[in-house]
Nanobody, 124 residues
Framework: QLQLVESGGGLVQPGGSLRLSCSLS????????IGWFRQAPGKEREFVAG????????NYADSAKDRFTISRDNAKNTVYLQMNSLKLEDTAVYYC?????????????????WGQGTQVTVSS
């Protein structure tokens, strides 16, 4: 059974860092592009970052550029989102999602499989 499980969320002060993990089971990660999305209270879910199958291509939302880094370890079937210089506005539930194929897209409708999310709270 296909499953995506996020972990690594928590409470952090502004300026701090967190590393989120997305562990996949039931599928072979190397066949899927992966995206990270987030949803803040009262807002729509939005794209954060994406990574191609090879890991050579990555894209980021403007809000994540220069602060977040997406990476993948196909041998471990895991994708990571390193988040640095966190801001209050980064508070959200973070989701990873998988789509078959090599294309990168920020469109959530293009992703076939989703995790349950992990809460990230940035607060002083």
């Amino acid at each position: 059974q296909l499953q995506l499980v996020e972990s690594g969320g928590g409470l952090v002060q502004p300026g701090g860092s967190l590393r989120l993990s997305c562990s996949l089971s039931g599928i072979t990660l190397e066949r899927y592009s992966i995206g990270w999305f987030r949803q803040a209270p009262g807002k729509e879910r939005e794209f954060v970052a994406g990574i191609s199958i090879s890991g050579l291509r990555r894209n980021y939302a403007d809000s994540a550029k220069d602060r977040f880094t997406i990476s993948r370890d196909n041998a471990k079937n895991t994708v990571y989102l390193q988040m640095n210089s966190l801001k209050l506005e980064d508070t959200a539930v973070y989701y990873c999602a998988a789509r078959r194929g090599t294309g990168l897209t920020p469109m959530e409708g293009e992703y076939e499989y989703w995790g349950q999310g992990t809460q990230v709270t940035v607060s002083s």
